[in-house]
């Protein structure tokens, strides 16, 4: 019987402070065996367990998108026990990886279909996997219009800065890159909060257009009145729930909602279905 | 006790009509033998629900804490002096309560009585001197004196100590009640028999916290246990950590605790884990000459200072 | 299902003969209460009680167990890898279980055993055990295991049920690793004809003494958006401690924690029963708590048992009647109260004050 508790063994190959204030992290992980790696076939939205051995595990999004091989990559805020040990570590060292755990965004539904991602601080983390995957060479004429709307308090808030802006560059996605507030004179993008920037540029809705939001919780719900007006219906639009997390199987119990584990029946929900569980999110 | 309970239900009543206070705290019956249900009462009509016997030891100044309603609460000796420590320790503010004070007979040991009886127990009813158990095919009748809760057969303040009116006249204090031998025996021990009695008394422990949630004391938005950064104690039944959070949360209870029993009251695998409480409640007592929860004026020994406080037990 | 008979004369005889093949568990008495525990050769379990204090879960499932070893020195090869922890699978029979608590090793297995992940320790743990579960001839005032699908006589979850016919047993053989472990027992003589008459007649009895029969018939048409929205859960919460008494001694409650404990450079990851009474339980990093009110808690705990189990397996509640909540609750909060209420809950016309 194999043992879902037990972890891959992985490496650090690099670690890159994403944010100004130095709490978010990614870290590229290779498979110490690449038998390991191949098991480990995971799509966009999906996340795993970081196992980091004498503390503990944390749920992370995974974001990497399964297009990029030889590593799969993680950005972790500093917020506890776990995080702010893996924060201290190092490239060279070993920790573990379980999964691909959790559902992941509807791939095969957003076939052919208009994707309007939303996302705010570091909550972008599988959106970034979701980009990469949908404009990857393999995969860009799948899909119809893409359009992002990201946000952070700050430009050093924001993660992924250099690809943001090479994505910006192209002709294939719509950017729609957004700071709260800054006194950069030579910042290049929109100023505004994501609902408001989402009221301007988001696009208006549509049987073929899906919407994924992903964000802190004030963000969602002043994104949402917004998305209602442009007349996105609940079940086009996506989202990612966090729960605390232990086993990431469905098995320890505490990640419930309703009947529903946002480990295992989750973290990708629509709004549709969310609206038929209780609020205890 | 049966006095008792009309007298409660006109109380509430009277205050609830008269929108005196939102809430009256106190008990309605409960659906097993000798157990009640604390319960917050919020019209007159639901005053009829309350009853007050001597299956009442659970203490309700446990649910005060960071409360913001007008709130009549039923208190007896112990539970009044909980207030007490309540109102000292900021967690409530003596406007907000109307205390009904109770004088206490005592409370009866429902695990006590269980253990000493063979068959189911199906009911027991009460009269002013015995406690009568019954169950199928049999009717055992006890003294209550001989069946009283451990810390209720020591009680020394029967009465409450604050108090906005009354349930009944005050009872007479005992005179001469040694509160400590339990204590000294264990203290008498050699300390390799300390080691076994202490190992002995926790080796079930299952680490519910029971005792700490019925306790008023506890009240820490995280307790010690619950800290990961660090993490003192782990969450296995490990002895050591076993004994990590049972001594530790006796310091913590130390010079406040006022021995009301509800801690081993709740706890589901039997442990009487009052010693440790008992023996610091000792300590205080002789090193300070303090008695938990009897003034609001003046705060608890390791809340306080004095230039000449002993410093023995600390080397 | 076959019977034998089972001289009591011969019972202790045959155990020292399972013995040989198997460890045998039972309850004996510890003190006010009987708990499950290893038997010593020679030792009979103590069959004269109405049940145990805890459950027979942590039989299979341990409070605390660890999952893996590791070690931190960067030294060793092994550094930083988790190691499996080795444990004892060899034959195990556990015997005077309550058909009760044999039911809810049934329910707790669809939480362990899933198409898409298979727990491996409940499941090899359950695996090496034989149930050899004694019926009960009286129930007590607290039991309501018919109406959660189990009963004094329920063989559901069982190897082998044992009723007590006054100088012997009849038992009931109910599965293969029962009839091994009475081949082990030296358990040979079929019971004649009358066996089976005799059995149900005591199972008659004993089910007309269940006094709490608690109704679970609406709770799957209930709408499980307005079941949380009641107005009853601020009153059932109210005297509520959140303490973990119910969850630990409940048989059919299965939540964990997983932690690393280290000493020095080695240590171990394990696993620890959780309970969802406890604040800690679905605390976020962030210090967002999506249940970090009491009323959230117990609202949870009941409709999770009698809600959504009830939806998510479509075969009856998360419970089994035990009666272990009820009686050792610190508060008196009884589960059969709240499960009425639930299940005749109807948003038109709610009166549901709590009157006892």
Same mark, same amino acid.
């Not at chain 1, 508790?5 to 670690?15: G, K, N, Q, S």
């Not at chain 1, 983390?125 to 990201?150: C, K, P, Q, W």
């Not at chain 1, 899906?210 to 994104?223: D, E, L, Q, R, S």
């Not at chain 3, 019977?3 to 202790?12: D, L």
């Given at each position: ?281 | ?315 | ?111 362990? %055993?899933?198409?898409?992940? &298979? #727990?491996?320790?409940? !499941?090899? $743990? ?5 149930? +050899?579960?004694? /019926? @009960? ?79 679970? %018939?609406?709770?799957?048409? &209930? #709408?499980?958006?307005? !079941?949380? $929205? ?5 009153? +059932?919460?109210? /005297? @509520? ?116």
């Amino acid at each position: 019987m194999q043992n879902p508790y037990l972890p891959y063994a992985v490496r650090i190959e690099d670690i890159i402070t994403e944010t100004e204030d130095k709490n978010l992290k990614t870290f590229k992980l290779a498979f110490e065996n690449p038998a390991d790696e191949e098991k480990f076939v995971y799509a966009a939205g999906q996340f795993a367990e970081l196992s980091v051995t004498g503390k503990g595990e944390i749920p992370i999004g995974i974001a990497s998108s399964p297009t990029e091989k030889g590593f799969v990559m993680f950005t972790v805020n500093k917020v506890g026990l776990v995080s702010s040990h893996l924060h201290t570590m190092q490239p060279g060292d070993l920790m573990g990886i379980r999964g691909p755990l959790g559902n992941s965004y509807p791939w095969e539904l957003l076939e052919g279909r208009n994707v309007v991602i939303i996302g705010g601080g570091f909550a972008f983390t599988t959106l970034r996997a979701s980009i990469v995957y949908m404009l990857d060479l393999a995969n860009r004429s799948r899909f119809g219009e893409i359009h992002v709307i990201y946000g952070a308090r700050s430009p050093g808030m924001l993660l992924y800065r250099d690809e943001l802006a090479a994505w910006e560059a192209r002709d294939d996605i719509h950017m729609h890159i957004t700071v709260d507030a800054t006194d950069d004179p030579d910042w290049k993008y929109n100023v505004g909060f994501v609902p408001t920037i989402t009221e301007k540029k988001a696009p208006q809705a549509d049987a073929e257009t899906y919407a994924i939001i992903c964000g802190p919780p004030i963000m969602i719900k002043f994104t949402q009145p917004v998305l209602d007006n442009l007349g996105y219906g609940h079940d086009h639009i996506i989202m990612s729930l966090e729960n605390r997390m232990k086993c990431g199987i469905g098995m320890c119990g505490r990640c419930n909602i309703g009947r529903h584990f946002v480990c295992k029946d989750g973290p990708v929900f629509t709004l549709a279905q969310l609206n038929g569980i209780p609020k205890e999110y | 006790m049966r006095a008792y309970t009309e007298k409660i239900r006109e109380i509430a009543r009277r205050l609830l009509e008269a929108c005196t206070v939102e809430r009256v705290l106190g008990f309605r019956r409960g659906s097993v033998p000798m157990m009640n249900e604390p319960c917050f009462v919020k019209t007159p009509a639901e005053a009829a629900n309350l009853i007050w016997d001597s299956n009442c030891g659970i203490n309700l100044a446990n649910y005060l804490t960071s409360r913001s309603e007008k709130i009549a609460i039923f208190a007896k000796g112990c539970d009044s002096r909980n207030i007490v420590t309540h109102i000292i320790e900021n967690k409530i503010r003596r406007e907000q309560l109307v205390i009904i004070g109770v004088p206490c007979h005592g409370m009866i040991d429902r695990h006590r009585i269980a253990a000493e009886t063979d068959g189911e127990i199906r009911e027991v009813v009460e009269d002013e001197n015995n406690i009568i158990v019954q169950g199928d095919g049999f009717k055992k009748v006890h003294n209550r004196h001989d069946v009283l809760q451990a810390n209720c057969a020591v009680c020394t303040h029967r009465n409450p100590v604050i108090y906005d009116e009354l349930v009944a006249d005050l009872v007479e204090e005992p005179g001469d009640v040694d509160r400590y031998q339990d204590v000294r025996e264990i203290e008498a021990l050699s300390a390799e028999g300390k080691w076994d009695f202490f190992d002995d008394l926790l080796h079930d422990c299952i680490r519910c916290y029971a005792c700490r949630n019925a306790c008023p004391l506890c009240y820490c938005p995280t307790c010690f246990v619950d800290e990961s950064r660090p993490q003192w104690v782990g969450k296995s039944q490990d002895p050591v950590d076993v004994r990590t959070f049972h001594f530790l949360r006796a310091y913590h209870c130390a010079g406040r605790c006022t021995d009301c029993g509800a801690c081993e009251r709740a706890c589901p695998v039997g442990i009487n884990m009052r010693v440790f409480t008992k023996k610091l409640e000792k300590d205080c007592l002789e090193k300070f000459g303090w008695e938990a929860g009897l003034s609001l004026e003046a705060r608890p020994p390791l809340d306080a200072y004095r230039p000449d406080d002993p410093d023995d037990f600390i080397r | 299902m076959k019977v034998i008979y089972i001289e009591k004369a011969q019972w202790a005889s045959g155990l020292e003969k399972a013995g040989d093949s198997f460890r045998l568990w039972g309850p004996v008495r510890r003190g006010p209460f009987y708990a499950f525990d290893k038997l010593a050769s020679g030792q009979v379990p103590a069959l004269d009680f109405r049940n145990t204090r805890l459950s027979a879960k942590g039989l299979v499932y341990p409070q605390s167990e660890k999952m893996f070893e590791y070690t931190l020195d960067p030294g060793q090869p092994d550094h930083d890898l988790l190691k499996e922890a080795q444990k004892d699978y060899s034959p195990r029979a556990v015997l005077g279980i309550r058909p009760c608590d044999a039911d809810a090793f049934e329910l707790v297995a669809r939480n362990f %055993d899933t198409p898409e992940y &298979q #727990d491996p320790y409940w !499941l090899r $743990a359950r695996e090496a055990v034989t149930l +050899v579960g004694l /019926a @009960c001839a009286a129930p007590c005032s607290t039991c309501f295991c018919t109406s959660a699908g189990s009963g004094p006589f329920s063989t559901k979850g069982l190897d082998i049920l044992l009723v007590d016919s006054g100088g012997n047993f009849l038992a009931q053989v109910v599965t293969p690793k029962g009839e091994a472990f009475a081949q082990a027992a030296g358990w040979r003589q079929t019971a004649d004809d009358t066996a089976a008459a005799e059995i149900e007649t005591h199972r008659q009895a004993a089910e007309a003494r269940i006094t709490a029969h608690v109704p679970t %018939d609406r709770l799957k048409q &209930q #709408d499980t958006l307005e !079941l949380h $929205a009641a107005p009853f859960w601020d009153d +059932v919460a109210f /005297a @509520c401690i959140n303490c973990g008494t119910c969850t630990y001694l409940c048989p059919t409650c299965w939540c964990f924690d997983i932690q690393d404990e280290t000493h020095g450079r080695q240590g171990v990851r394990l696993r620890n029963w959780d309970s969802c009474m406890f604040p800690l339980f679905t605390l976020h990093g962030s210090g967002h708590n999506p249940r970090g009110q009491k009323v959230q808690r117990v609202r949870q705990r009941f409709m999770n048992k009698l809600k959504y189990y009830v939806d998510k397996y479509e075969n009856g509640i998360q419970c089994v009647g035990c009666g272990r909540c009820v009686r050792h609750c610190p508060v008196n909060i009884d589960i059969r109260k709240v499960c009425e209420l639930m299940n005749s809950y109807t948003l038109a016309g709610d009166s549901c004050a709590v009157v006892s």
